[in-house]
T-cell receptor, first 111, second 111 residues
């Protein structure tokens, strides 16, 4: 079992400001880590995934980036937020193609 | 998009009735999973079914998988008001360390 810590729970940021969302994992070592974004009432869009330290794959071109400086730390960043970056961001961890564990999410509103 | 699709998008039933949700996907998979999301929260894993399995049970949940039709169904029997949530299927697509989620079915169970 894994526990995902994700913060903050809510965030309101002005357009053009930077962003840093952090996710940490308790439990197994060397998990696969994921960042998803969910628009209101919609499904989850896979943004980034990582199979190890420093290894990041991006799914869609966007204004965001991700980094994995430590085995159980996954960071989502932006240098300059856009209105379209608003959404519900979820971090997830998975190991050996089994169930994924999710954090409680960060609701980001860009104003 | 590689995302699966659930149907119906929304389902409203009375407590005690059964709820059936369907998921279709596009390419070969190793496994398919179902998740539940309460409003504004992270996702919780319900059940995983592997590509060589046809049916799986967990408590009041029954999942079927038809790889020839690239579809799965989730049946919740004897529904309760507490089952009210959104339900998502997720697929891994062979050899890729990533999960793609469908758009979800919003289930409302009326007491």
């Amino acid at each position: 079992s894994q526990t995902i810590h994700q913060w903050p729970a809510t965030l309101v940021q002005p357009v053009g400001s930077p962003l840093s969302l952090e996710c940490t994992v308790e439990g197994t070592s060397n998990p696969n880590l994921y960042w998803y974004r969910q628009a209101a009432g919609r499904g989850l869009q896979l943004l980034f995934y990582s199979v190890g330290i420093g290894q990041i794959s991006s799914e869609v071109p966007q204004n965001l980036s991700a980094s994995r400086p430590q085995d159980r730390q996954f960071i989502l960043s932006s240098k300059k937020l856009l209105l379209s970056d608003s959404g519900f961001y979820l971090c997830a961890s998975e190991y050996f193609n089994t169930e994924a564990f999710f954090g409680q999410g960060t609701r980001l509103t860009v104003v | 998009s590689q995302q699966g699709e659930e149907d119906p998008q929304a389902l409203s039933i009375q407590e005690g009735e059964n709820a059936t949700m369907n998921c279709s996907y596009k390419t070969s998979i190793n496994n398919l999973q179902w998740y539940r999301q309460n409003s504004g929260r992270g996702l919780v894993h319900l059940i995983l079914i592997r590509s060589n399995e046809r049916e799986k049970h967990s408590g009041r949940l029954r999942v079927t998988l038809d790889t020839s039709k690239k579809s799965s169904s989730l049946l919740i029997t004897a529904s309760r008001a507490a089952d009210t949530a959104s339900y998502f299927c997720a697929t891994d697509y062979n050899n890729f360390n990533k999960f793609y989620f469908g758009s979800g079915t919003k289930l409302n169970v009326k007491p």
